[in-house]
């Protein structure tokens, strides 16, 4: 089995590869706007491209048959391929999510429940409570939340996507949404901490 490395480099926007030794390097691509995360599996590359805001396919030894998985992607960085051939054994988190309210993470003697970050896990239940304080605060293009008293994730991004120009943030504790007035749209709009039933509230 053919075994090489693969990477990109950001000051040269190139793509390359080599043997394990870092020998036998050869250059995949070198016309590309902007590379940063890169992976491989079967017969492809795949990699982000921080102008393009992309995701790309090409051949794996030559660079040919290039294709955008994806576009119109905001910040995008890292990439990983998954696939089931990677994963030798039983996954019992394919099974109900391994029962767990939100988190099912895999480990070598079995599963564990987890959390995202700010929620707290029941061990006897294995779902997931949401912070009961905590700031919103915005930036232009991001709301952000933070736990004042945790040292570990004090504040992290929350994953609402399309936003622009956000001018004010207002919380709905009995619902739980968030309000947010997009400046470019002059309008309201809504979602959950996890970015779901976002929507239009008022035009």
């Given amino acids: 089995k053919d075994q090489r490395l693969y990477w990109t480099d950001l000051d040269t926007s190139m793509i390359e590869s080599s043997n394990m030794l870092g020998q036998e390097r050869e250059i995949i691509a070198d016309d590309l706007p902007h590379p940063f995360g890169l992976t491989q599996y079967s017969d492809f590359i795949y990699w982000t491209d921080w102008n393009l805001h992309s995701i790309e396919r ?34 019992e988190c394919a099974q109900n999510n391994g029962h767990c309210g939100q988190l099912c993470l895999a480990i070598p003697n079995g599963y564990r429940c987890g959390c995202a970050s700010h929620y707290t896990l029941d061990p006897k239940t294995r779902n997931c409570s949401s912070p009961s304080s905590f700031l919103l605060f915005s930036q232009r293009s991001a709301i952000s939340r933070m736990i004042p008293d945790d040292q570990q994730s004090p504040d992290i991004i929350l994953p609402i996507h399309g936003l622009r120009n956000v001018k ?36």
């Fill in 58 to 91: 090409a051949d794996k030894t030559n660079g040919r048959n290039r294709t955008i998985i994806q576009n119109r992607l905001d910040f995008v960085m890292d990439i990983l391929v998954f696939h089931s051939s990677r994963q030798d054994g039983f996954n």
């Fill in 168 to 203: 004010a943030i207002d919380y709905d504790p009995l619902d739980a949404f968030i309000y947010w007035v997009d400046g470019r749209q002059n309008i309201i709009k809504r979602a959950k901490d996890d970015g779901s039933q976002a929507s239009i509230f008022i035009l």
